[in-house]
């Protein structure tokens, strides 16, 4: 007699439509930022402020060395060049004054030397770059304690940030697109969830009913 198979466990998340996921405002980024500084905790900083300025997908992102970012013994670079993993497309991020004094406070206080991967959290400094769903939960956890659903935000809330809050700010989308490393602006509005956006401010600017 064959044994009978165990029912397969469902996913959490069947038969819901899984969006787009959140990108932080300027004020939630503003409110990590301050709470991580008080804690001294430079990894996360640096963390943070590199993959807002960079926009690189987690893949490219978690897997920085040292040496890609700054000059041999010196100051981080203000301009880096990285062929991402996924497109294979070349990109030239800018980093930032407040980005690049993170990284050397990071560098610094971890001893890091140029071959060693940047995001190691607190193993040792030749260990392995954190795991996506490790990044992911550091994520989440930042979005839930500025009081978020956490399921509406993962690695690519960082990614999409910047180039969001440039875009409502006025900047050219073709300059965002480039930025991103897409292969066309229309890839872009879909990244963002421009279109969705507009069409939503549109049906709350024609309500049919009164109300109570």
Do not use: C
Request: aromatic content about 8%; glycine content about 4%.
């Amino acid at each position: 007699m064959r044994p009978s198979r165990l029912p397969k466990k469902q996913a959490w998340n069947r038969g819901q439509v899984v969006g787009q996921k959140r990108a932080f405002t300027p004020a939630d980024l503003a409110q990590i930022e301050a709470r991580l500084r008080e804690q001294a905790n430079w990894h996360d900083l640096a963390l943070l402020s590199f993959g807002l300025d960079t926009m690189f997908r987690a893949s490219d992102l978690l897997t920085t060395q040292v040496w890609q970012v700054q000059y041999r013994q010196g100051p981080v670079r203000s301009m880096i060049a990285r062929r991402q993993r996924k497109t294979s497309a070349i990109v030239n991020p800018v980093l930032t004054p407040s980005t690049r004094r993170y990284l050397q406070r990071w560098i610094e206080h971890s001893g890091k030397a140029p071959e060693h991967y940047l995001f190691t959290r607190t193993k040792s400094i030749d260990a392995p770059p954190i795991t996506r769903p490790h990044y992911a939960e550091m994520i989440k956890a930042w979005a839930a304690s500025l009081g978020y659903d956490p399921v509406e935000f993962s690695s690519h809330s960082i990614r999409r940030s910047k180039p969001a809050h440039m875009y409502w700010a006025g900047e050219d989308i073709a300059l965002i697109s480039r930025l991103l490393g897409h292969k066309s602006i229309a890839n872009t509005v879909e990244y963002l969830g421009i279109t969705q956006h507009k069409a939503e401010m549109a049906a709350l600017r024609h309500s049919l009913m009164r109300g109570l």
